[in-house]
Nanobody, 127 residues
Framework: QLQLVESGGGLVQPGDSLRLSCSIT????????VAWFRQAPGKEREGVSC????????YYADSVKGRFTISRDNVENTVSLLIDSLKPEDTAVYYC????????????????????WGQGTQVTVSS
């Protein structure tokens, strides 16, 4: 069973940048599609970005497009999420998740496609 561990969160100011990392172990990462979700207090968990197993396809939620960049290193077994121009509304716990099977198109941003989750990393954007 795969294990996912997120890191890189913290307290930042509006306009700052942050790079989140997801370490995925106990499996061969190259076989897995990976996604980042976030959950703000009192809100449902939402998909923000996902990347295909080979890194060739990436998708973003409309709310983060142009500010978030997902990437992966299948040798280092990590998937990163670079967040630029952070806004207070980006405040949330960020989770990574993975699926062994290809997830077509923007379905990779849907919660029901995933079974395994990390513990999350808190991102707080405040002045």
């Amino acid at each position: 069973q795969l294990q996912l561990v997120e890191s890189g969160g913290g307290l930042v100011q509006p306009g700052d940048s942050l790079r989140l990392s997801c370490s995925i172990t106990r499996v061969t990462l190259a076989y897995y599609a990976v996604a980042w979700f976030r959950q703000a207090p009192g809100k449902e968990r939402e998909g923000v970005s996902c990347i295909s197993s080979d890194g060739g396809d990436t998708y973003y939620a409309d709310s983060v497009k142009g500010r978030f960049t997902i990437s992966r290193d299948n040798v280092e077994n990590t998937v990163s999420l670079l967040i630029d121009s952070l806004k207070p509304e980006d405040t949330a716990v960020y989770y990574c998740t993975a699926n062994l099977y290809p997830v077509p198109g923007r379905r990779c941003l849907q919660l029901y496609e995933y079974e395994y989750w990390g513990q999350g990393t808190q991102v707080t954007v405040s002045s």
